[in-house]
């Protein structure tokens, strides 16, 4: 009988076909969607997700796809509009069932009150758009995962859910560890490049005091950058977080004028060689601090 089954279709149809905007998503995809899905991310995890070249390779996996899954909170807004009209594929429009935008459910942080004008920078509407970097958020991704894989492949419910509560075990072990590993550095103050990490420094309890971008988006001037020396002087700050691809020229020079180091943190699945999953990306990042945080003498 299962063999006649088998035999009768579905075991022989490809498997659909995901297509995510960042590694991030796709690595919470397999996590998900095991063999039962394929995935394929468009921008890499080392590029800058505000600003990815669209490429025309794009829109074709964008035709064949049977889910997209976005970051949302305008994080793609300067690449991913056109290329979705472009693609002809009414199954992934916003709103279709082969929509998901992930950020739906998660925690957000920097949600602006108030008229946002274009002096303020790259600023989002809908809030910061970093919000993978809290664990926590990829367990809720993960959980709408087994919704949007369960539409397009309903057959394979049970074996999505049975991968979530997998992952979700896996995640939460881990998470304890990398509590325990921080906790000694609780509130110990950090400059980022971009502000890339309010999610993360709230969940691991590391203070923000300053940021190399004068404004979101905006690369560093003289001046902000004198400002930004004094006040990591004043306040004694050992560590700049700088993200892969940003030039860590002005880090360098600030760290090395108020005698802090520049760590080069992974914001995203493929943003160092070692960093080939989602609990791998915390686990680089959090052995990266630990280890900076102890040689600055940071309590
Ligand atoms: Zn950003």
Redesign the pocket.
Known sequence: MAVTAMFAGAAFAAPPKVITTTEDLAALVREVGGDKVTVEALAKGYQDP?FVEPKPSFIIKLHDADLLVVVGRE?EIGWLPPLLTQSRNAKIQPGAPGYLDASAGVRILEIPTGQITRAMG?V?PSG???YWLDPDNGRVIAKSLVAALTRIAPGDRATFEQRYADFDRRLAEAQKRWTAAMAPFKGAKVVTY???WPNFTERFGLDVIGYVEPK??IPPSPSHTIDLISEMKQQQVKLILVEPYFDAKTPKSVASQVGAQVVVLAPSVGGAKDVTDYIQLFEYDINLLVNALKSAGTK
Do not use: A, E, K, T
Request: proline letters at 17%; glycine letters at 8%; a neutral charge.
């Open positions: 505000h994080l790259d989002h910061n758009p970093h971009h502000r890339s979101p988006g």
